[in-house]
């Protein structure tokens, strides 16, 4: 891949996927782990989502401690010592409060919401935001992206299925015909076919208690806002190519897992 088709799209809010490194093979196996959680219950999936989340909040801080401060250590930054763990264990909460119960989880996100939302109004010498305004952004996108997997295997394994198996399609499609493609777009477009495949057989096998027109309605809500995570997480970070792989694992689920939750409580329910 050229240098040229590498470099970040700002106006796109999108990146050429890389294809260098063991890319492909940690997301087949990230791909059977979900799955396996999944179908094991809401126990698993919020272990493995909060998992997940922690790891995607630490990573995305670091990702602004180095736009910000470029080469920066936690003894030049006492803010790298704490900030980590506070979004990792933020973001991390709200999926594992999934799993116990919705309301909980709610309880929880607002509440990290808030705290971590505090630091958004704080201001160096020069006026400036301080890397604590981050941590709003590295807590909260994680934590709802996380967590809408986990609601969805509350409301039916099925459900669980479906999203895990939807996103993953969104992300190969997307990936593996985006990495040569001469366009920007023919990469998510595969990507929604993909998800729409799975929408075809849910909605053919009608599992779970959801019949055809309900499983048509919330998957293809689910197919069609996938890349909008993409582009959310985008604007979240520094940039599009910032060094943030748990929350580039997660970004898919953002916006297409909260409404495809959604739709399928509004109207399965």
Not at 141 to 150: C, E, G, Y
Not at 220 to 228: E, G, I, K
Request: aromatic fraction near 8%; hydrophobic fraction near 60%.
């Amino acid at each position: 891949m050229s240098a040229a088709a590498t470099k970040e799209t700002r106006a796109g809010l999108s990146t050429a996927p890389q294809t260098e490194g063991p890319r492909v093979r940690l997301g087949v196996l990230w791909f059977f782990i979900a799955l396996a959680a999944v179908t094991s219950g809401r126990w698993w999936t919020g272990v493995l989502m909060a998992a997940l989340a922690a790891l995607a909040g630490a990573q995305t801080i670091r990702a602004w401690a180095v736009a910000l401060v470029p080469g920066a250590q936690p003894a030049d930054l006492p803010e790298l010592r704490t900030l980590p763990i506070a979004a990792g264990a933020g973001a991390a909460a709200v999926p594992l409060a999934a799993a116990w119960g919705t309301g909980l989880a709610g309880v929880v996100l607002a509440v990290v919401a808030l705290v971590s939302g505090a630091g958004m109004v704080r201001r160096d010498d020069r006026g400036h935001p301080t890397l604590a305004a981050a941590l709003a952004v590295a807590t909260v996108l994680p934590a709802i992206a996380a967590t809408s997997v986990v609601l969805a295997v509350r409301i039916d394994v099925w459900a669980g299925v479906a999203i895990v198996v939807g996103v993953s399609l969104f992300d190969a499609g997307s990936f593996l015909l985006g990495a040569d493609a001469s366009s920007k777009w023919e990469g998510p477009v595969a990507g929604v076919i993909g998800a729409l495949a799975v929408v075809f057989t849910m909605s053919t096998l009608q599992v779970g208690g959801i019949d055809r027109g309900q499983w048509w309605i919330a998957g293809s809500a689910l197919a069609l806002t996938c890349v909008v995570g993409l582009w959310v997480v985008s604007w979240a970070l520094p940039s599009p190519t910032s060094w943030a792989p748990a929350m580039r694992r997660l970004d898919a689920y953002l916006v297409a897992g909260p409404v495809f939750v959604g739709l399928l409580w509004g109207i399965a329910r």
